[in-house]
Every structure is written in C-alpha cells, then in structure tokens.
T-cell receptor
C-alpha cells in the first residue's frame, strides 16, 4: 500500500498551459506539503496544509495554487506554466507540523515545460 | 541567513565506513533530520537528532553538537545500495525545516 501517492509521475507540457498534480495520503496524517526540488537538488517547501488550513505559504508565484478537498488530499494546480517551473514536485505528509514528526514523501512528479 | 553546508559528493568502498558531515546556521534550532534519497526516488527518513550525542540505528548512526552547529551521519559496512544522496535538514525556531542540497555518496566495489 502506497502511503503518499501522487499523479502523474511524469508530465511534459507546453509553456502557457495549466496543469494539476494530485496527491493523496492514507496515513491518517493531518498535515500535507508540496515541495519543489530543482536541478541543484534543493528541496524548497511551497505549501503546507494542516486540517485544511494553509499554514505555510512560501514566496511562490500565485500561478501555483494548492487545493485540499479533505485532509487526505492536497492537489497542486499550476497556471500559465513557464520554463522555470520544470522540476520535480514532491507531495509529503506528517502527523502534525512539529519538529521531529517524520515527513513521508510521495514518489515525485517530474514536470518538464517545453 | 540560514545555511546548510554538506560536501557535494563523496566516494567510499563497499564494506568500509563513511562519515558525512553537515554544518548549519539557522535562526534557532529544534532538531535535525537526515534523509536518504536514491536517484529518481523520494527522500526517506533516516534519523532525527534533537539532543547532543550519538543516535545509533543499525548500520547508520547520527551525531549532533548543537553548540557547534554540526551533525554527521555515519554509515558502516557500506553496501552498494547505500549509493544515494544524504540530506541534512535542521528545524529552525519558527518550525521551518531547512533542507541542504545533500551529499551524493558513491559506493565502489
């Protein structure tokens, strides 16, 4: 059973398109995250949701919007895709957002914008 | 500012021991994670240190010195499957997790 699953795993799309990446976790966690890992391998947090409320919103472009229909799902919608959006996007979850709570990552979504 | 410093790449021999160092500068400190990430895969949890000292977990151990802003991950009896990137990530006082770029570890037979 996959704990944190995200789809699609690979996505190639043209500039200007709108796309979504879906994420679901079956761990019963109440906090979910979206991370971006760029070509230099830095993991940068984009968003986190705790009990359906946004609690971290880093300085990401407003073309990126997280949507959480319930605490088991956190989808990422991206409008007007740009070349610089090409990266690996990881969904993750944890039991609460306190330090030390293990963060479980999904397998990643490889986004390529052409 | 907040900064994580790890070697970019290390090479070691199968069966040997390797130590991956991490120094950090953060606004406050609330513990530190080590994660393993195989190429093309998700990061997976290895250890969490919040108190000074050594935490041992099988072949892997992690050490923390809060006063020095320093941690290391020690891998013993290296296996080929240990070839991966190892990410050091401290928590700051705002409960933000700051990720380093990781150390790519290459294991040779």
């Amino acid at each position: 059973d996959t704990a944190v699953s995200q789809t699609p795993k690979y996505l190639v799309t043209q500039m200007g398109n709108d796309k979504s990446i879906k994420c679901e976790q079956n761990l019963g966690h109440d906090t979910m995250y979206w991370y971006k890992q760029d070509s230099k391998k830095f993991l940068k947090i984009m968003f986190s949701y705790n009990n359906k409320e946004l609690i971290i919103n880093e300085t990401v472009p407003n073309r990126f919007s997280p949507k959480s229909p319930d605490k088991a799902h956190l989808n990422l919608h991206i409008n007007s895709l740009e070349l610089g959006d090409s990266a690996v996007y990881f969904c993750a979850s944890s039991h609460g957002d306190n330090p030390g709570n293990t963060i479980y990552f999904g397998e990643g979504s490889w986004l390529t914008v052409v | 500012g907040q900064n994580i410093d790890q070697p970019t790449e290390m090479t070691a021999t199968e069966g040997a021991i390797v130590q991956i160092n991490c120094t950090y500068q953060t606004s406050g400190f609330n513990g530190l994670f080590w994660y393993q990430q195989h190429a093309g895969e998700a990061p997976t949890f290895l250890s969490y240190n919040v108190l000074d000292g050594l935490e041992e977990k099988g072949r892997f151990s992690s050490f923390l010195s809060r006063s020095k802003g320093y941690s290391y991950l020690l891998l013993k009896e290296l296996q080929m499957k240990d070839s991966a990137s190892y990410l050091c990530a401290p928590w700051d006082s705002n409960y933000q997790l700051i990720w380093g770029a990781g150390t790519k570890l290459i294991i040779k037979p």
